[in-house]
């Protein structure tokens, strides 16, 4: 771990925390979704209820921040008023049956490079975190994957202050190491980290792997099939 390096991932003990935990590796990740109120929560939102009563119990789960973190990267920063944006683009699909193969059609396409993806608490859900592209908006990015997956997103998560409430370690489909580092998402840093799947930086269902899911040129396009993609944003 290099020193001084700024934290893009950060987290709250649940909803109503106000204060950004910083997480600076895939093992601190691991341990928040090992607590042992996270699988009794979970258990208990995928127990059924009504949709008011499992978003109750939602907001008792740890929730990371993923699209914004604090400028100073420190634990004890409040949360509100104090986020800037990471780099990365979050992406929901709900209320779903086939959270894996929604996975295995984003993972084939491409067209973003992937650092987390995993099934959300109801277990009718499929998260991704992705490198956002320069110049190109969490809203176009969000855009793109409904067109390319043919599904309907969660369009709040275009605020960067959005939680993404803990999973289960087993619901993990896709995590790369680089999520958790600055810039680590670039052409330049991903160079680096090369020789470093050896030793688990990305993994699939538990197994390292390369992740290729990324543009080589980091281009984005402007229209989809003759369609802009802000008028696809205005849609939405």
Known sequence: MRENRVINVGYVTHAFDKIWKPVAS???????????Q????????????????????????????????????????RVKG????????MIDVDDIENPEEIYERFKENGEFRLLLSHRT??????????AKPDAVSIEEVQARVAQMLGVKLDTA??????????????DIFFLDEDIFNENDNDDDN??????ENEDGTAYENGASHDND????????????????????????
């Open 213 to 236: 899911n990324h543009n080589d040129n980091g281009s984005f396009p402007e229209e989809y099939e003759g369609v802009s993609y802000k008028k696809i944003v205005e849609s939405l």
């Open 190 to 195: 991903r160079a680096s980290h090369e020789d």
């Open 121 to 130: 608490p109801s277990g009718h859900g499929v998260r991704f975190v992705v």
């Open 82 to 89: 104090n986020l800037v944006p990471t780099g990365l683009a």
């Open 26 to 36: 895939r093992e601190e990740f691991l341990a928040v979704l090992n607590l042992p």
């Open 38 to 77: 996270v699988r009794t929560i979970i258990d208990d939102i995928r127990a059924g209820g009504t949709k008011a009563d499992k978003q109750k119990l939602k907001q008792k789960l740890p929730a990371f921040f993923f699209m914004g973190r604090t400028a100073d990267s420190l634990p004890g920063s």
């Open 157 to 170: 998560c275009k605020d960067i202050s959005r939680l993404s409430y803990a999973c289960l370690p087993e």
